[in-house]
């Protein structure tokens, strides 16, 4: 590579040369042109040797060594402990939209919800999922989840403006928490072993933080950060290994704190926050649609709409450590210059092309998010292309997920196993040859997707045997959505059990909707619809019978679906043995919306109460009911006992 330098032409003339006219250079390294009547000196510099560098040089014949490569060590290993299989090897059904996918950690069960609400727990075994329980947590959409660091709360936020609050270990819900407004995000932020579980939550309508006691005992909450965002709060994610709690809001400003103390932010990570790239969602008018930690703690991921790009931080120095470019004009460069990951033809670009545009949509951004694999090394999410896994350290693609599969993976979760033989193994020990060793730390890793617009969550695993016709099984009834709806009235809401979700446990029920087709009827509504959430047993007789679904909680109130009483349902059903469930009325033909369940036989009652049930499990709930104190001059017990929800199938 040659520069030109070029003297400055002074005042003072000359005569010129031949040599001059001619252009040729008097002097080695040197020409002599003409501007004007000018002669301008040019000295030629050649810049590709190495001769201005200091100190001593190698030999000509001796080449420069080329730049090494990045290597990560016993990469190997860490991709053994993710599934081998590219394509899914099983995938199940909810009965619509699949919103989230999620594992707990420590105690192994995969909990899935879809759009209406459906929340669905599946536990691991030692191969594969079993499923276990399911609940109609929300009437309507979910809009956000989460599951605590010991991996033994779950919560749910619907758009019905509750938060649902489970038990993983038992699969039981525990409490519900009534909300002014319909939640925006929420997430567990306590640590690992601690006495109280906290939930940091906060609505779509302000622009606080409110926390709770995540045991749901308390509709108040502890404490309310205000001042921290100035814009309702999209994301919080919380830092098990800092103690420290990530929230960004709708404009894209992330802020650090702790959810404790003065909830301020932590000593341990950044001073200032203008040393760090948090600013970067800011600049680029992008807001994070999703945030996820690492597992170790020293970062965290973010996928961020519209700019479509994957970013990960540094955590304690919140500077910008890697992005990825995911947008369609890129996208669309590298398929028609060639250079993409996987090259498509041209009909099926713009198939996907399609379904990429579609995520705009504001009801599937915050579905996507990035995953980190066990060791922080690889991070995981869904492209144009299928399931990407990239080596963060060496900055390449390390194994690509569903490239021929037919949907686009939206939300993921990774369940990567814990060794069945316990013991200490170091990561060389692992890496090793040694069948013992090898054995003693066999794993069973499942990737889980959900997919736009399916009813299905997909399963990557380690089989390789896999067959097409039978890995989708039909676990639900498949909803027709082509069919042409026919003008004819609405049917009846009917059931042939419930679940009452009590404070003091759960109740089954067996209902009999061909002796009280009316009674279910309303029943079942009123069930599904969350009449029936956080009432209480206002009258409880020991020897006699529990009483409740008045919203009033005093007796007085609570109407049928109808909005007016309606009439007796008398059948050869008789209160000849306890745990009868029956209509409460103020006479014939009184019918609302309140129950009861008698503890005794009491025939007294036949005809003149409608029986639609009977408690068949959870005898002992009724009978803890029973015997709860109440007051001296009432029949209500001193202590509210509330029916969480009732759940109908």
Not at 69 to 92: D, F, H, T
Not at 243 to 254: I, K, L, N, P, W
Not at 533 to 557: A, C, E, S, Y
Request: charged letters at 25%; aromatic letters at 8%.
């Amino acid at each position: 590579m040659t520069s030109i330098v070029e003297p400055q032409p002074t005042a003072s003339k000359r005569p010129h040369s031949d040599s001059e006219d001619r252009g040729t250079a008097p002097l080695e390294g040197f020409q002599i042109r003409l501007r004007g009547s000018t002669a301008v000196l040019i000295c030629i510099v050649d810049t590709s040797s190495d001769d201005d560098e200091l100190g001593p040089s190698l030999p000509s014949n001796v080449q420069k060594k080329k730049k090494k490569r990045r290597v990560l060590p016993y990469e190997k290993l860490y991709m053994s402990a993710l599934p081998s299989s590219s394509r899914y090897s099983k995938s199940l059904m909810h009965k619509e939209q699949l919103s989230f996918v999620t594992f707990t950690p420590s105690t192994d069960f995969l909990i899935t919800s879809s759009t209406d609400g459906v929340v669905k727990f599946w536990k691991k075994g030692a191969v594969g999922i079993e499923s276990v329980k399911e609940f109609r947590a929300h009437a309507g959409e979910i809009r956000a989840v989460s599951v605590s660091s010991d991996g033994r709360s779950f919560a749910t936020a619907g758009a019905d403006k509750t938060i649902k609050i489970f038990d993983v270990v038992t699969f039981d819900l525990l409490s519900i928490i009534q909300l002014e407004a319909p939640p925006k995000t929420m997430c567990w932020v306590h640590r690992r072993g601690a006495s109280l579980p906290l939930l940091a939550l906060a609505l779509e309508t302000v622009n606080t933080i409110s926390i709770y006691d995540g045991r749901g005992e308390s509709h108040t909450p502890i404490h309310v950060i205000t001042g921290l965002h100035k814009m309702p709060v999209a994301h919080i994610v919380f830092n098990n290994v800092y103690d420290c709690a990530v929230s960004a809001d709708e404009g894209g400003m992330v802020e650090y704190w702790r959810p404790s103390g003065s909830y301020d932010k932590p000593d341990n990570v950044f001073r200032f926050k203008s040393s760090t790239d948090l600013f970067e969602f800011k600049k680029a008018k992008s807001p994070p649609s999703s945030i996820t930690m690492s597992p170790t703690g020293s970062q965290f991921a973010t996928y961020s709409f519209p700019d479509r790009k994957v970013r990960v931080f540094d955590f304690l120095s919140g500077k910008l450590y890697r992005t990825y470019d995911e947008s369609i004009d890129t996208i669309t460069e590298m398929q028609q210059a060639g250079t993409a990951l996987q090259k498509l033809d041209n009909i099926e670009f713009g198939r996907r092309l399609v379904v990429e545009r579609e995520l705009e949509n504001a009801s599937l951004k915050n579905k996507i998010n990035v995953l980190f694999d066990e060791s922080g090394n690889f991070i995981v999410y869904g492209s144009i292309h299928g399931i990407k896994v990239i080596n963060t350290l060496t900055n390449r693609v390390a194994k690509v997920y569903g490239k021929e599969e037919p949907f686009r993976a939206l939300n993921l979760a990774l369940y990567q196993g814990q060794p069945q033989k316990k013991g200490v193994v170091t990561i060389s020990m692992a890496a090793s040859a040694n069948p013992l060793l090898q054995e003693a730390e066999e794993r069973d890793p499942i990737l889980v997707s959900t997919g736009s617009g399916k009813p299905r969550f997909y399963m990557f695993t380690n089989d390789e045997d896999i067959s097409k016709s039978a890995r989708d099984v039909q676990n639900e009834k498949p909803k027709n959505l082509n069919a042409k709806q026919q003008i004819e009235p609405k049917p009846a809401e009917t059931g042939t059990a419930a679940i009452l979700h009590t404070t003091y446990g759960d109740i089954h029920i067996r209902l009999f909707p061909d002796a009280a087709p009316k009674a279910v009827e309303n029943f079942v509504t009123h069930s599904r619809t969350g009449y029936y959430n956080n009432t209480i047993f206002h009258r409880v007789i020991r020897k006699f019978m529990i009483q409740g679904g008045d919203p009033l909680g005093d007796g007085t109130g609570g109407e049928s679906i109808w909005h007016k009483e309606f009439e007796d349902e008398f059948s050869t059903l008789r209160h000849d043995k306890p745990y009868t469930v029956s209509m409460a009325n103020a006479g014939p033909n009184t019918n609302g919306s309140q129950f009861f369940i008698t503890t005794e036989k009491t025939p007294w009652l036949d005809k003149k109460h409608t029986i639609f049930g009977r408690a068949v499990q959870g005898l002992d709930v009724v009978h803890q009911i029973e015997n709860a104190r109440v007051g001296k001059k009432s029949e209500k017990p001193e202590e509210d006992i509330k029916i969480l929800n009732i759940e109908v199938s």
